[in-house]
Structure formats: C-alpha cells, structure tokens
C-alpha cells in the first residue's frame, strides 16, 4: 500500500519536472545570408552569455534553443561583421551579414627562406 502511494506522487513529479525544462528553453530558427542574399555555411550562432550555439548548415539554415526568450542571439562569421539580435520572443530570426570593409586583398604574405628547427 505505501508504494502504490509513493507512485501517486513520484508520477506526477515527473510530468512536472518534464514541463519546467520545456518551459525552460526557447528554440529559435532561421536563415543568415549575405547582401546578396546568397546563403552562408557555416556562421556561427550563439546565446549571449551561454555556452549554447550551433552553426547554419549547407542552406544557410540554423537551429537552437535559447534559454529565453529575451536572450541575445550572436551571428559571427570570417570576414563578415558580428551582429547580435534579441530574441524578443520571435521564434524565426533571419540575419543579413555584411562584409567586413577591409579586403583580404590588402594583405600579402611572403613565404620563402629556410630556418632550422632549434632556431624556432
């Protein structure tokens, strides 16, 4: 008799317990591209403050969860300029990433000549 009334609460608690961390959690899709509009692969996706992020896949297609949703959402990518989006309870949030201004261009690497390992 008394484990039948320890399985009227523990059962209960568990439901529980399951709808808190649902409640607990806000997912957040979307597209990144450039000016163009073209898609970008590979753009990195964080939760500010979080250890939570992901990155957009072959269609420039993105998908996590946010521990709110009035987080912060952190969109970075090589050669583009980081922008950063609340969440604002918005469960789609396309980004437009623009080029960083500075060109690779401007950058020449020379490489030749040869050195010993224990001079390193």
Known sequence: ????????????????????????????????????GDA?????????????????NADGVYSLNAPSDTSTLVFRYLGYTPYQVQINKRNVINATL????????????VGYGTQRKKDL
Request: hydrophobic share 50%; net charge positive.
């Open 98 to 109: 623009t080029a960083v201004s500075s060109s690779l261009q401007e950058v020449v690497v």
């Open 1 to 36: 008799m008394k484990m039948a009334g320890m399985a009227f609460i523990i059962i209960p608690l568990l439901f529980l317990s399951e709808k808190t961390l649902a409640q607990s959690t806000f997912r957040v899709t979307g597209k990144v591209t450039d000016e163009k």
């Open 40 to 56: 970008l692969i590979g753009v990195i996706i964080s939760v500010m403050g979080t250890g939570n992020g992901t990155s957009t």
